[in-house]
């Protein structure tokens, strides 16, 4: 009986130890010698794999925007920001004013979250509210109130660096003029300036800087940390089109129909004349520009069906039109169908 016993324990320790050397040889052949896993992609049905989502959205949604990795959308309906899983092809998340109106919202950059504005006036005073709204783990925000404001009052834009936890947030009125207020990473406001109703913002992502362009089509920006402000020397017209997580500024280079010809990207602490500079194939008007996070830019055709991406010269063809581009996915709309692209 011993004996049966242990010829069974050592068939057992023989069976580990076989199954130990096999999976260490499977290692040895997946992991490369820096000691990264080496991964292969296996055709199993000798057909290109799909690489596209496709989900059924309402027909009343406007104002449709793509997370940062293509997880989710938002899209407002009858007043409502609705978060949508592309995944699940269902919406996880609707979120209404309470007693006021949801008048902006955006995505962040980098993570799944959206920062909306929430109109809250009074009889008697213009009154904003700005929350945030965290998808991955439910929790949402409220940031203070912004009061006495000029009626009626409108968010036109928000800025929200996840690394310096810095908020710029401008506010226009009927009148045509705007203010620029500012929370820190204590929560604490502060005004920063009056402005155009027109002017143009985008916040630098690794310190605290305000990067403007006025009606004038003037750029320059702004150093949050003493308040100094610099413009940018470009000759002629020019277009502040976007910041990217790295602090590269893009601007598009105008002509006499402030049609963009050209895109020059660089960061302000390089000479100017050492940015870089790409022609356009042809003049594009300001909204057929999509700059993502990673500073690819992708230029879209006239009517929305197709896009370039300006670094390599890809063209890629769409199915309807193009709703967003963030890092790595594009969304076009065919009717009520969202349609969400990989992109190489």
Known sequence: MLKK????????????????????????SYVSRSGEFKFQSIDLSGEEIDNTIETEI??????????HDGTYIAYMQDGKLVIHDLLAEQAVKTIDGGDGTISYYEWLPDRNMVIYAIDVSTQYSGRIQLNTYEVDTDIEREYPVLKNLSKPCKVDAIELSTF??????KISNNSGRAVIYKFNIM???????ETSSETVIYEANLS?????????????????SNGSRKSLGFKGKTM???????????????????RITAITRGKIEEPEDSWRTETLEEPVSRNQVY?????????????????????????IELRGKIVDIVNGYIASKDGNTLVIRELK
Do not use: C, H
């Open 5 to 28: 016993t242990m010829a069974r324990i050592y068939r057992w320790i023989l069976l580990s130890v076989m199954m130990q050397v096999a999976v260490l040889s499977f290692l040895n």
């Open 164 to 169: 310096t936890k810095v908020l710029y947030v």
């Open 208 to 224: 605290d800087i305000l990067f403007y362009q006025n009606e004038k089509f003037e750029i320059a920006y702004r150093d949050g």
């Open 58 to 67: 309402p027909s009343n949604v406007r104002d449709i925007k793509m997370s």
């Open 187 to 193: 929560n604490n406001l502060f005004w920063v300036m």
């Open 291 to 315: 700059i993502t996070s990673n500073g690819t830019v992708y230029i879209s055709s006239s009517d929305g069906k197709s896009i370039y991406n300006l670094d390599d010269g890809e063209k």
């Open 240 to 258: 502040l089109l976007s910041v990217d997580a790295e602090d590269t500024v893009f601007v598009g280079r105008l002509n006499d129909d402030n």
